[in-house]
């Protein structure tokens, strides 16, 4: 009986011990805490995992008779908080293996699309006075990447030229709008 007695007591001074220690804990806060998140504008252009060359060779009489095309897939990616125009613009004609050995920048093209379009737009020919606008008014986008189709148009002003290669430098530009 007084095992049993005080087991009861045990029981009762171990739940009033339990109780009063679930009564006398206290909760505290601090005073509320300010996130806050400051944005700028930012644009930008890089390279992404395309080439940064492009090479159109004319070894046969079919390269000469028609036109030539190449695709690079992700040439570039642009970022950028508001709208903005994506244009080019090319250092001048190509120059060969000497400054007087030219090809017109006329037989040259640019079409540009995002990486997730379908289908490219026409061709645009390009200046080396003036940019050339490819895509007009885009969205604000983050890292959108680029593709970019390239093509040298059947011309006379391929042919009575030196052999070798002729070089073109074109510059791509986005401009917030």
Known sequence: ??????TMIAVLGIAFGLSNTAKAQASASLSP????????DVIGIEP???AASILFE?????DYNADKSATV??????????????SVKAAGDFVGSAPEKK????ILRVAAKKNSEATFPTETAISSSTS?????????????????????LSSSELVGKD??????TLTYTVTAL
């Open 48 to 50: 992404s995992t395309g």
């Open 73 to 86: 897939p992700r040439q570039f990616k642009v970022t950028s908080t508001r709208s903005y125009n994506l």
């Open 132 to 152: 050339t606008l490819l895509v007009s008014s885009a969205a604000p986008t983050l890292a959108a990447d680029y593709d970019i189709a390239y093509k040298i």
């Open 103 to 106: 090809l017109s920048l006329n």
């Open 58 to 62: 004319y070894n046969g009489i079919s």
């Open 1 to 6: 009986m007084n095992k049993k007695l005080f």
């Open 33 to 40: 805490v300010t996130v806050n998140v400051k944005l700028a």
């Open 163 to 168: 052999e070798g290669t002729y070089t073109a």
